[in-house]
């Protein structure tokens, strides 16, 4: 009776510590099978991704586009960019990148499937000019397609990604700018046409900085897998397409962050004598903006014969802080007068411009939350003909994240302008800003 008295008490005791056990067994197969699903994710996201620890900040540098477009791009002229921006002193305020745009590939080796730099342009080929430029302290730049050719017709990349990838870090590139003419726009055969590319660069082993052109906005989503940085909008020229980068920026905040930057496209300088410029202010308003927007900041004017004005533009070293806050965070919007220009205007075909593609006479308050807890302010007046009074008044400063009192400072008066709870400034007409640092009172 006694055994089975005890069978009695301990079968259920037995039976309870099996399930248990059985339970704690299938919970612990199921955090292993849960972690090697997120390790396996992980592991993808690394390898579709640019995997050169680059871009942490916005790019600094220089690009001959802007200032040369095809003409004279040789050694000569690349060489003595690199001596400039050496006795300009550059590098102390970031700009690293010497990037050589377009125009300098003739045609590739019938054996070997390399690219050929212009023999009568680069005589000693481009791992010379790369080497003359990194013992200036710089980083070189260099460019291709995506394509059959590039924008100019040069031999491009298309079939060709592993090749160039490590020829490219055979010449000793830091940073490589791949353009999307004579390619498909079909958006899944670009990304895939760009992942080669990205691919590539990471087999080689060298830290290449990776910069996508393909100049829409629908780069921006998948933009952090595929590269540093997404050019959203056409090329910068003339003012009005300046102000249409903007507006089609405006819309992507959510994509920017540290490794991986929407791109509006290169600065435009005031040099009369570069391939194309704009206003001293305008040219300052958009150093300032492209700050405020966490932008790559690639200068664009006559780099030969820089004009004093905007010598002095971009060596600001309170607005270059701005755009190179850890922080990462892309301005944005806080108030906006501007007719109203969202992605599915963009998609639709709709202009940001207005008729006769003439800029709005409207204003802008942008925005930029700083690491230290301060806020960049930029006040833009678009209108050509008339000054404005721009107000960030009690519900703005709330709007940026900051509340009753603040400080501010103009940081290209470099000057603190007091404590205020509403602050206004007269703005100037066609494409004048104002650019600001709003601190907690």
């Known amino acids: 009776l006694l055994p089975i008295l005890l069978l009695a008490i301990l079968l259920p005791i037995l039976l309870q510590f099996f399930l248990s056990y059985r339970l704690l067994l299938l919970r ?5 099978v849960v972690v090697a699903i997120i390790a396996a994710s992980f592991a993808a996201m690394v390898a579709e991704c640019v995997d050169n620890g680059l871009g942490l900040t916005p790019a600094m540098g220089y690009n001959t586009w802007n200032d040369f477009r095809c003409n004279d791009i040789n050694a000569t002229n690349i060489m003595a960019v690199a001596d400039t921006m050496a006795r300009l002193n550059l590098t102390a305020y970031g700009y690293e990148y010497l990037n050589v745009d377009d125009c300098w590939a003739t045609s590739r080796d019938p054996n070997t499937h390399r690219l050929i730099p212009d023999p009568v342009a680069f005589p ?5 000019v790369a080497d003359y430029v990194h013992s200036k302290g710089l980083k070189f730049g260099i460019y291709t397609d ?3 050719l590039t924008c100019a017709g040069r031999p491009a990349s298309l079939g060709y990604e592993a090749i160039d990838a490590q020829t490219f870090a055979d010449w000793g590139v830091d940073y490589l700018k791949e353009d999307s003419c004579y390619a498909s726009q079909d958006h899944d055969t670009a990304f895939t046409e760009y992942g080669k590319m990205r691919d590539a660069l990471n087999a080689t082993g060298r830290p290449i900085y990776f910069s996508l052109c393909g100049w829409n906005d629908w780069y921006a989503p998948p933009g952090y897998s595929l590269g540093n940085s997404w050019r959203i909008s056409s090329d910068c020229n003339l003012w009005p397409t300046v102000y249409k980068a903007i507006r089609v920026n405006e819309n992507l905040y959510s994509y920017a962050r540290p ?3 929407n791109d509006p496209d290169m600065l435009v300088g005031s040099s009369p004598t570069a391939a194309v410029h704009n206003t001293p202010a305008q040219a300052r308003t958009q150093f300032s903006l492209w700050s405020v927007m966490a932008a790559p900041l690639l200068i664009g004017s006559n780099m030969l014969n820089l004009p004093a004005y905007d010598l002095e533009t971009y060596t600001n070293a309170e607005v270059i802080a701005i755009d190179q806050d850890k922080l990462g965070f892309q301005g944005r919007l806080a108030f906006n007068s501007c007719p109203a220009f969202t992605l599915d205007d963009v998609k639709s075909g709709k202009q940001a411009l207005g008729p006769n ?4 006479a409207c204003q802008q308050i942008w925005y930029k939350k700083l690491s230290n807890g301060n806020v960049a302010v930029n006040m ?3 209108d050509a003909f008339k000054t404005a009074k721009i107000t960030c008044d009690s519900s703005c400063i709330t709007a940026i994240g900051l509340s009753g009192t603040v400080n501010v400072r103009d940081v290209w008066a470099h000057k603190d302008l007091g404590s205020f709870q509403s602050f206004s400034s007269a703005v100037a007409s066609n494409g004048t800003s104002t650019t600001l640092v709003f601190s907690q009172a």
Do not use: E, H, Q
């Open 28 to 32: 612990m197969m199921r955090s292993v």
């Open 124 to 128: 000693n080929g481009m791992k010379a």
């Open 146 to 148: 995506r394509g059959n």
């Open 259 to 261: 490794g991986g930057w």
């Open 357 to 360: 593609d003439v800029v709005p």
């Open 380 to 382: 833009v007046n678009y």
